[in-house]
């Protein structure tokens, strides 16, 4: 873990690149680093999944609004002023992509982040190994 997931409106589809939304968050996460200048998220963790709702109901009905909800898992560790650090660069690659929607439409965007150990955390994959630095 970190697991980032998005949850949003889906008519977004038609006026956005989610998956390229996808790519730069999780781009940035791999730039956040700490304060002692290490890096926050592992690569082999990183994960960004963006789910379409396809039944919803914003705010008053009065218009077609769309929301987009970031919500990021990570496991204790971490630093609260690097979770501050993560959670700012995040909204703001968020908002970068949404620039241009957001002149053209009503959008909610929240950013959520949650930290805490699971009850149970099982994991299986050869992801990790792949990125591992070399010795």
């Known amino acids: 873990m970190p697991h980032l997931v998005i949850l949003y409106t889906g008519q977004l589809d038609h006026e956005t690149d989610m998956t390229q939304l ?77 620039a241009d929607l957001l002149t053209r439409r009503h959008v909610g965007i929240t950013l959520q982040i949650d930290v805490g150990l699971p009850v149970f955390d099982g994991r299986i994959g050869n992801l990790h190994p792949l990125f591992a630095p070399s010795t």
Do not use: I
């Open 22 to 98: 996808c790519r730069r968050l999780a781009d940035t996460m791999l730039t956040v680093r700490d304060e002692a200048g290490e890096r926050v998220f592992p690569t082999g963790g990183v994960r960004v999944f963006a789910y379409p709702a396809a039944h919803y109901a914003v705010a008053d009905g009065s218009g077609d609004h769309g929301f987009v909800y970031l919500n990021l898992r990570m496991g204790k560790g971490r630093s609260e002023a690097a979770q501050h650090h993560a959670g700012q660069l995040l909204l703001a690659a968020a908002k970068a992509h949404f």
